[in-house]
């Protein structure tokens, strides 16, 4: 049998340096919150596939389905022969999530093909050609979906890109060197916003505002009520459309199906995938219905998007989701997983901040108690010793200092503590700092 060490030699050999390494582990099969690698170690789940298994690995009613139907039909291409699995994916999807009285869904791959899309669809119903979109954004890997993306790293030596994409910063809190209460900050950002207006692109031609209400790659900064209250009164106020992108956070991850249902906000249009098919490739745009008809005859729609076997698996995930309450599972391990975070911050200095939205968590790594010294170096470490320890976790943030938590949301109490213990076992053993509580030995996930 292969082992993890043959696996990687031959990925060094055969696949693009390129495509990145998140987490020094190997998967064969997977249950779940459990992975199990190579070597026929079991490995305790926190990356999730970035955030795609929030149901779990493989659970049976999705993979029953996926089995049942590649059987019948695996591809004849939506534009061609009609099927209605697609049609009950996107009846479920707006039942989920009404844009208003009226709400239309495409179907798509993935998340950058939904931001692709929503980005077409947007200039078409406007009319306009400039898109803002925030400092610490991910979007995807696309050229428009790059383009919207902060982090350089993405994209070095990848332009030129996209025209007419405008940023502006993301209502960080933790990273305001003002120090004023969180509604003061908001309303300095909206007042940013409407300046923005005045010095960089006309809000007459602005077709849409695009956010993640809770950022991923960008370290889990969540956007403040009042901020993204007050942005979906400025876009009503000059005809520009709010884009919502839930590819990360939706589906339970903040213990509802949207985070956006967190606000008192109804989005224009919205962007899905991720955790909607359990690992399957399907994503979605959806929008009010005047907004998505704008659409002139094919430029939207594509080959794969909303294939058959994908429809069964997102269709079986939304029924298993209901079944065992993802949003009440999202809170639950959204509850433990802050308190524990809280606790790692009173014990190390070197967690700067803790912060996120259910059980979208996560703590960032600095130097000297100082929001503006990320320590980087510190986080692959601890990154490092989780792999070694039986614990895979990945990072996040533009200088990768950003611990994040993406666990199934089916994970036992049980073991989503003991990966929470060979975390702060790694963080006391890197940061020599004691740990305040007695702690359990940490041993083999599977003992």
């Known amino acids: 049998m292969t082992n993890s060490k043959e696996i990687l030699a031959r990925r060094r050999q055969f696949v693009p340096d390129a495509i990145g390494i998140f987490n020094p582990s190997t998967a064969v099969s997977a249950k779940g919150a459990v992975i199990i690698d190579a070597d026929g170690q079991e490995m305790i ?15 049976e009613p999705v993979v029953k389905a996926i089995a049942d139907q590649a059987a019948k039909l695996i591809h004849c291409s939506f534009n061609v022969a009609t099927y209605d699995l697609y049609m009950q994916v996107a009846e479920k999807l707006v039942s989920l999530f009404p844009h208003g009285d009226h ?34 954004a991910f979007h995807g890997r696309t050229m428009m979906s790059m383009t919207l993306t902060s982090k ?8 030129p890109f996209a025209p007419e994409v405008y940023r502006i910063p ?50 889990f900064n ?11 009164a400025i876009c009503d106020k000059y005809g520009i459309l709010l884009i919502l992108d839930e590819v990360q956070s939706g589906f339970g991850r903040t213990g509802k199906w949207a985070a956006y249902q967190h606000y008192e906000v109804t989005p224009d249009i919205t962007t899905w995938a991720k955790s909607m098919g359990s690992g399957m490739p399907i994503g979605a745009v959806m929008g009010k219905a005047h907004i998505m008809d704008a659409c002139k005859p094919s ?24 079944e065992i309450d993802i949003n009440a599972l999202g809170e639950k391990v959204g509850d433990i997983v802050r308190k524990r975070f809280n606790r790692f911050k009173k014990q190390f200095s070197a967690i700067g901040d803790v912060r996120g939205l259910g059980a979208m968590m996560a ?16 986080c692959k470490k601890l990154i490092s010793y989780c792999a070694d320890h039986g614990l895979i976790v990945i990072n996040a943030g533009i200088n990768g200092n950003i611990i994040r938590v993406l666990s199934p949301l089916v994970i036992e109490e049980s073991l989503l503590n ?26 083999d996930v599977s003992k």
Request: negative net charge; aromatic residues 8%.
């Open 418 to 443: 003991k990966g929470l213990d060979i975390m702060e076992a790694g963080l006391a053993h890197l940061c020599g700092e004691p740990v305040n509580e007695s702690k359990m030995e940490i041993s």
């Open 299 to 322: 430029t939207i729609g594509g080959t794969y998007p909303g294939n058959p076997v994908c429809c069964a698996a997102s269709l079986a995930t939304f029924n298993y989701m209901e």
């Open 152 to 159: 350089v790293g993405y994209k070095l030596g990848c332009g």
């Open 222 to 232: 969540v956007v403040p009520k009042k901020y993204l209250e007050g942005m979906r």
């Open 45 to 59: 789940d926190f990356a999730g596939g970035i955030g795609v298994v929030n149901a779990g690995h493989c659970p």
């Open 363 to 378: 703590f960032e790594l600095v130097k000297n108690n100082d929001p503006q010294q990320p320590d980087a170096d510190l």
């Open 170 to 219: 993301f209502p960080d809190y933790y990273h305001d060197p003002r120090g004023a209460n969180l509604d003061e900050f908001s309303d300095h950002h909206l007042r940013e916003l409407e300046d923005f207006f005045h010095t960089n692109v006309p809000a007459s031609q602005v077709a849409a505002v695009i956010m993640e209400p809770v950022q991923g790659e960008g370290g």
């Open 103 to 136: 709400t239309k869904v495409m179907l798509t791959n993935s998340g950058a093909e939904s931001v692709e899309n929503a980005i077409k669809i947007a200039r078409q119903a406007t009319g306009r050609p400039a898109i803002i979109c925030y400092g610490g």
